[in-house]
């Protein structure tokens, strides 16, 4: 069966500073993986994908997710956040059925 | 191009009342997916179609849920009758024959079971 762990269900961040969201993930196949951000009221937006190859994946708005086979992680990661970047955050696996995480919420201060 | 529509945007029934949901994918969009979304939670699959066939609806309460998707384009989630753990947000989205594993959120139903 596909799952997937959001560990951190909320984070706090200073603006400018670096943010990193985790993802664990359990899938049988080679996984279809997913980052879609959520702002309040607002329907999913996705951030980045993986299906194959370079494990290194650059997506919208600055963020860049790493694939990584052996721990079953796919991490999300921006250099610098912006005070827009407050959101919830959810992780996905799978191909056509999609499992998501719980999320995580990121809060951005000034 | 324009992006899912759903409506309403909020809901607000009694429990035992009846409710439904439209949505209006992305033109040309053959797959159409449902997803229920409960406050704390990530969204979970409810139903999916494949043009006006229903792929997968294991995770579909039968007893009180439907969905329908005539000609293959809109869709319709209902609710009847509704209980009060139906409270959550109905989101619907929908992806592309060449673009199959990529979906398209719409900005999802707030339902407020009392």
């Known amino acids: 069966a596909q799952s997937v762990t959001q560990p951190d269900i909320h984070i706090t961040v200073s603006e400018g500073a670096s943010l990193e969201l985790r993802c664990n993930y359990s899938y049988g196949a080679t996984p279809y993986l997913f980052w879609y951000v959520q702002s309040p009221g607002q329907g999913l937006q996705l951030l980045l994908k993986y299906f194959s190859g370079d494990t290194l994946v650059q997506g919208i708005k600055g963020f860049e997710a790493e694939f990584k086979r052996s721990q079953s992680s796919f991490n999300l990661r921006k250099p610098s956040v912006h005070w827009s970047d407050a959101a919830e955050y959810f992780c996905?696996?799978?191909?056509?059925?999609?499992?998501f995480g719980a999320g995580t919420t990121v809060t951005v201060r000034a | 191009e324009a992006g899912v529509a759903q409506s309403p945007r909020y809901k607000i029934i009694e429990k035992r009342q009846s409710v439904a949901f439209w949505c209006n994918p992305i033109s040309g969009h053959a797959t159409l997916y449902w997803y229920q979304q409960i406050l704390g939670q990530g969204p979970k699959l409810l139903i999916q179609f494949q043009n006006n066939g229903v792929v997968d609806d294991s995770q579909l309460p039968k007893d009180r849920f439907s969905a329908e998707r005539l000609k293959g384009v809109d869709s319709t989630l209902k609710i009847q009758p509704a209980k009060l753990e139906d409270s959550a947000v109905y989101l619907c989205?929908?992806?592309?024959?060449?673009?199959?594993?990529?979906?398209?959120f719409g900005p999802g139903t707030r339902l407020t079971v009392t």
């Open positions: 989205a929908s992806s592309s024959r060449t673009d199959s594993y990529e979906q398209y």
């Open positions: 996905a696996v799978g191909e056509y059925k999609l499992s």
